[in-house]
C-alpha cells in the first residue's frame, strides 16, 4: 500500500463501538486502526487521537474489534515497565475469552497466544526469556559484523554493474534474513523464502495465518534437523538450554526472532538510507558536524521506529491509565511512533543525536533482547554498502518515493538510486550459503561498535 497524494480527501473511518467496548459510552465515534487510509497516514491519525482523547485512545482493530492504543510516552513506560497491572498473556483477553476472535483473523498471528517469552509473566518469562537472552550471549558480535559485511557485498555485487538499484527491494529486504539465517543454521535458499512471507505475517492482511504457517513449518524442519544434527548456531543453543524448552517452544521463539528481527531490521536500514538520500538538513549536518552514523541511526529511530505500535497488553484488573478507565480483560496497543513524537517529551523539535531513551525497543521485563543486533545490522550493512558506492544518490525526486504502511509498520516502498557502474571482486564477496564451521556462536566476547563512518558530501 503506498501513501496517497497529499491532497487526497481523508476520512480515518470512525465507526461506533458495539456494546461492550471499552470504549463505549465515551465517545459517539471511536477510529478504526486499520484500513487503506489509517494505514496511510498513521502518524496524523496518532495526532488526532491525542488530540481528541488525551493520551490513552479508544480504536478498533480488524473485525472491530476495540482496544486501547497508548499515545503519550509516560504513559507507555507506566504499561511497560508494571506487568502486574498490564499483562503480556493475552489469554486473559475478554474478546478473545468470548469468541469474539475468529481463527483465520489477521490479529491471530500477532496476538494469538503461544509458549513464547512474550506472552509470558513471572516465573515463565524469566524460564523462557532466560534461553533466549544466554543463547543471544553466546553470539560472538565480531561475527555477526563479519556476516553483515560479507553479505552486503554480495548483495551489492549484484548490481552494481548496472549504476542502479533499488534499495528496499535489492538490499534492506534480503539483508537481515541473510544474516538471520546464517544465525539460526537456515540454508541462504530457505532464508530467502522467508522474506516475502515474513513481511507478510505481521501486515495484518488476509494471507498473514498462511504466511505464518510457512514460516512455521520452516522452523519446525529446522528443529528437527538441528536435534540429529546440532551445529555452532541459535537453534542448536536453544535445544539444548538447561531451560529444557519443549519442540514447540523452541519453534515459536525462533519465529519470535525472526520475524521481528527481519521485519525491524528492514525498516530500520530502509528509513535511514532515505533519510541521507534525501534529507538536505540531515546531510548538512553530515558534511558540517561531522556526524556519525549511530547519531543517524538514533534519530531515526526517535521520529521513525522501526515497529509504530506493538500489540498487546491486556488489563489485570479494572485500573486507570492516561485519564481512561481501563477494564479488566482489555487490550492495550503499546505506540512508540506517537510516543516518541509526545509534545511533553519532544516539545523543543530538533536532533536526538546520542539520546537512547526512544521507545523503538521497549523497556522493563520485555525489553528488546536482540537491539543490539539489529543496530548492527544496520551500521554496518549502511557503512558498508557507502564504502562499496561512494557516488550513490537518489535516482528520482525525493518527492516521487511513496510510503508502504500496514497497521504495525510503515517503510519507504522503493529507493531507486543511481551510481557509477562497476564491476566488484566477486571473490572477496564469498558464497550465500550459511558455513556453520566458521562459528557465528562462540565464548561471548566484550565488543566496541566499529568505526563510526563520517558522511561527507559528494
Known amino acids: 500500500m503506498t501513501t496517497p497524494r497529499p491532497d487526497a480527501p481523508r476520512d480515518h473511518s470512525a465507526a461506533v463501538p458495539p456494546p461492550g467496548c471499552p470504549a463505549h459510552g465515551m465517545s459517539p465515534e471511536v477510529r478504526r486502526l486499520y484500513g487503506a487510509d489509517a494505514e496511510a497516514h498513521p502518524q496524523e491519525l496518532y495526532e488526532e487521537l491525542r488530540r481528541e482523547h488525551g493520551s490513552v485512545a479508544p480504536v478498533l482493530l480488524h473485525g472491530d474489534v476495540p482496544a486501547w492504543l497508548v499515545l503519550g510516552y509516560q504513559e507507555n513506560l507506566e504499561v511497560m ?54 543463547s543471544l550471549d553466546q553470539l560472538n558480535r565480531h561475527g555477526v559484523r563479519r556476516y553483515i559485511a560479507r553479505y552486503t557485498r554480495q548483495l551489492v555485487s549484484a548490481f552494481a554493474a548496472k549504476g542502479e538499484a533499488d534499495l ?25 523464502a522467508l522474506v516475502a512471507p515474513a513481511l507478510d505475517l505481521v501486515k495484518g492482511t488476509a494471507t498473514a495465518a498462511a504466511s505464518n504457517e510457512v514460516v512455521t513449518r520452516t522452523l519446525r524442519e529446522l528443529v528437527d534437523a538441528k536435534k540429529n544434527r546440532p551445529g555452532r548456531d541459535l537453534t542448536s543453543e536453544l535445544i539444548a538450554h538447561p531451560s529444557a524448552l519443549t519442540d514447540d517452544e523452541i519453534i515459536e521463539h525462533l519465529r519470535l526472532i525472526l520475524v521481528a528481527a527481519h521485519q525491524g531490521t528492514v525498516n530500520l536500514l530502509a528509513h535511514t538510507l532515505r533519510l541521507v538520500l534525501t534529507d538536505p538538513r540531515f546531510r548538512g549536518s553530515l558534511s558540517g558536524a561531522q556526524m556519525t552514523l549511530p547519531d543517524a541511526l538514533d534519530q531515526v529511530l526517535w521520529d521513525t521506529p522501526p515497529i509504530a505500535a506493538v500489540p498487546g497488553r491486556w488489563a489485570t484488573g479494572d485500573t486507570q491509565l492516561g485519564g481512561q478507565h481501563i477494564k479488566e480483560g482489555d487490550m492495550l496497543l503499546l505506540c512508540p511512533a506517537a510516543g516518541n513524537a509526545d509534545p511533553e517529551v519532544r516539545a523543543a523539535a530538533g536532533p536526538m543525536h546520542g539520546n537512547r531513551s526512544h521507545l523503538a525497543f521497549s523497556f522493563g521485563p520485555h525489553q528488546c ?3 543490539d543486533i539489529g543496530r548492527a545490522m544496520a551500521e554496518t550493512g549502511i557503512d558498508t554498502l557507502l564504502s562499496l558506492l561512494p557516488d550513490v544518490r537518489l535516482a528520482v525526486p525525493a518527492e516521487e518515493l511513496s510510503i508502504e504502511a500496514a497497521w504495525l509498520t510503515q517503510r519507504p516502498a522503493a529507493l531507486p538510486v543511481a551510481f557509477e557502474p562497476q564491476q566488484l571482486d566477486t571473490a572477496r564477496a564469498g558464497t550465500a550459503g550459511p558455513q556453520p564451521d566458521r562459528t557465528v556462536i562462540a565464548t561471548p566476547v566484550v565488543t566496541t561498535p566499529p568505526r563510526a563512518r563520517r558522511f561527507r558530501r559528494g
Do not use: K
Open 168 to 192: 528496499v527491494r535489492d538490499y534492506a529486504e534480503p539483508l537481515p534474513m541473510l544474516v538471520i539465517s546464517q544465525i539460526l543454521g537456515l540454508s541462504s535458499e530457505a532464508g530467502a
Open 81 to 134: 515497565r508494571t506487568p502486574s497491572r498490564f499483562s503480556r498473556d493475552s489469554r486473559r483477553w475478554t474478546a478473545w475469552r468470548e469468541g469474539r476472535i475468529p481463527d483465520d483473523s489477521p490479529l491471530v498471528p500477532m496476538v494469538g497466544w503461544q509458549p513464547l517469552c512474550v506472552f509470558a509473566d513471572g516465573a515463565e518469562l524469566l524460564r523462557l526469556r532466560s534461553a533466549v537472552t544466554d
Open 369 to 371: 533482547p536482540g537491539a
